[in-house]
């Protein structure tokens, strides 16, 4: 009987074992960041230093380094240069402005001196990228400190970064410094800088910005100076005039945080307004006429934030900056760049979307190289949720997220359509990448409403924030949170909606008579298998919703319409073409079918998806069809 036990023994520490080494626990690097800063506002250059402290949590050896230098994009030959002049539909702000760039407006960064530990490295310029040798390797679990020295010149505002802008803002500090690379379980990311997203690692930023005294500062985090500075910054509830002098330091700490933003101008202003149990918002814009609808930002921008507070998790910093600057909307931590000169609605539209990057991407920090659409999409799905609250419709909206569908029904029809799965960078037109980030985006979260339930769907989102904020989630951990909340099997949705370009088009096939009971045919004309609803209404006013879960679901959503019977039918195969039920009344009751009432699931083609039964019509066949 020994052997016996000792055998079990074995074989349940066997299990254990590889219980514990079945998925690799999570991990992720950290970077402290103490930087210092000098800008000459005459020449636009700038001398900086930098120290990070940086810690290994992976279970690798790290040998090599790298970091961001993104103003070296707006370099003539750059390759966000030559990718903006040979890219079929080029984005309108830089088009071929970087090759015409004289040599005091274009943007460089450059190290001029980069130590491990007090010892020299060997380090390499390629292009927006410092490859580093280290000269002693970082073993898991140890951290060192990177020391650098930097210098740079600001560009010309072509995207996003620069000076100068089409209104007149004198500094968008964007993408300025020196900014280490994330490496995760994929390995480093060093991706040049072509003119779409980042990543980044998460830490804290100790910054001092130098500068003339005349300008006012804006960026991510909290002034540690307030009394030293002035501008309109109130301490001790008194506000307090800048000193006399040519120069000023501002600085700033911001914790918890994988980039920092700053923006200067002599002319900014700067207002207040505190969110009831939230951050303090800041706003800094130029008064002009065209700016007079900021006026009213500060009351609306406090809406949002406890709109989104409620129903999409707390925001947790203490203030959020409103920057006029930059070339359209841009956001980052604790901070955005917004174009100001704008009418109320489109402000605060811009507004809204920006503030909502604090949740997708500046806490739900996702690598958007890979995942645009659950930073940009996500935020799209929010903005449409948060701006119908901010500005109720007249006229009742069935689906706020209508416009997103538009922009993809298009591009399908027009037959560019890429994978969501593809590089932000590898997309062949501006087109396919926008409708992919953004519009299949939000239609990714609408549409699961549909699946799963909007209500199912919205808890899942607050699950889904509390669980990954302040970490890199992937799409395999927000599918995971949602199989949690709803209790079924979600990899199919994404295997076909964010890895191929199959559609979704479903179609009312057949309507006969049986045995004196209507009976229905549906078919599935798209290759990308759904559930389906089918709601039927009587002649007499009453309805009945009729749903059809996909067997791989292994599951069905709960009632969402109160003002209909709900019935939950057999599954549907994702091998069958057709299917078919039978109602409990007989045909000649029947005044419509249609399949998804509330145009939620993104079917190519909703022309076969409504049918109104004619008097005295017992057989009804779909021209698509036969018997």
Sequence with gaps: MMWKLLIVLQVCCLCLFSALFAQRPYWQQRADYHMQVELDVNTHR????????????????????????????FQPGSMMDVRSRTIADPDQRVRDRIAHLSPDEIGYLKALELKQDKKDCIFRHEGTILEVELPKPLLPGKQCVLSMKFEGQVPLQIRRSGRDNREGIAYSMAQWYPK?????DKGWHPNPYVGREFYGVWGDFDVKITLDASYTVAATGYLQNPDKIGHGYESAGTSVKAPKGDRLTWHFVAPKVHDFVWAADPDFVHKTAQVPNGPLLHFFYEEKDETKAWEELPAYAVKAFEFINQHFGRYPYQSYSIIQGGDGG?????????????????????????VLHSWYQMVLATNESLY??????FTSYASAITMQELFPPKN???NPLAGSYGSYFS??????????STHSDHYHTNRAYGMAAYSKGAITLAQLGYIISDSIRDRGLLRYYNTWKFRHPTPDDFLRIMEKESGMVLDWYLEHWMNTTNTIDYGIRKVWEKDGKAAVALERIGSMPMPVDLMVTYKDGSREL????????????????????YLVRDDWPWTHPFYELQLSRPVADIQQLEIDPSTRMADVDRENNLLQLEEGMNFYLNAAGGH
């Design 330 to 354: 841009m956001e980052y931590p604790m901070a955005t760049l917004i174009t100001g000169h704008r009418r109320l609605r489109s402000l605060v539209g811009v507004t809204v979307h920006e």
């Design 180 to 184: 280490l690379c994330e490496y995760d």
């Design 546 to 565: 009729h749903h059809i879960p996909l067997r791989i679901m292994r599951g069905a959503k709960p009632r969402e319409y109160q003002d209909a019977a």
């Design 396 to 398: 009742p909206v069935l």
């Design 372 to 377: 645009p659409w659950m930073d940009e999409g």
């Design 411 to 420: 591009v399908v029809k027009a037959g560019l359509e890429e994978p969501m």
């Design 46 to 73: 700038f001398s900086g230093s930098q120290e990070i402290v940086y810690q290994n949590n992976s279970p690798d050896t790290i040998t090599k380094a790298y970091y961001h230098l993104y103003f070296n994009a």
